[in-house]
């Protein structure tokens, strides 16, 4: 069994940035080697939609457009522990969701993982409301 924690939500005005960790526990044996992880947010009355995805091997992000050069994810795994991060800058409003933390042991980022489905594990969400 697989656990994702995220963290640092909050409310801050629009311009303002904040940073979201996703915390990885539990039977990591499948995710030594090569994985993926990515985030997705929700937004009130809107579709659950991706955010950014990541592949262990590079650690390269590909960015939804919506958030391009505003967002930034990044992922430790030093020292047996793996967090994702993701530094959000300039916030808008419309950045205003509930944004979750997902991960797969597979080995192709590529197709499918925009889906939600296609991630097998998958965290609670932390809210973030940004203030016009």
């Known amino acids: 069994q697989v656990r994702l924690v995220e963290s640092g939500g909050g409310s801050v005005q629009a311009g303002g940035a904040l940073t979201l960790s996703c915390e990885v526990s539990?039977?990591?044996?499948?995710?030594?080697?090569?994985?993926?992880m990515g985030w997705f947010r929700q937004a009130p009355g809107k579709e659950r939609e991706g955010v950014s995805v990541?592949?262990?091997?590079?650690?390269?992000?590909?960015?939804a457009a919506a958030v391009g050069g505003r967002f930034t994810t990044s992922l430790d795994n030093a020292k047996d522990k793996i967090t994702l991060y993701l530094r959000m800058n300039s916030l808008k409003p419309e950045d205003t969701a509930m944004y979750f933390c997902?991960?797969?042991?597979?080995?192709?980022?590529?197709?499918?993982?925009?889906?939600?489905?296609?991630?097998?594990?998958r965290g609670q969400g932390t809210l973030v409301t940004v203030s016009s």
């Open positions: 997902v991960a797969d042991p597979k080995t192709d980022c590529r197709a499918g993982s925009d889906t939600w489905t296609w991630w097998s594990d």
């Open positions: 539990g039977k990591l044996y499948s995710y030594m080697s090569s994985y993926c």
């Open positions: 990541i592949w262990s091997g590079d650690r390269r992000p590909v960015s």
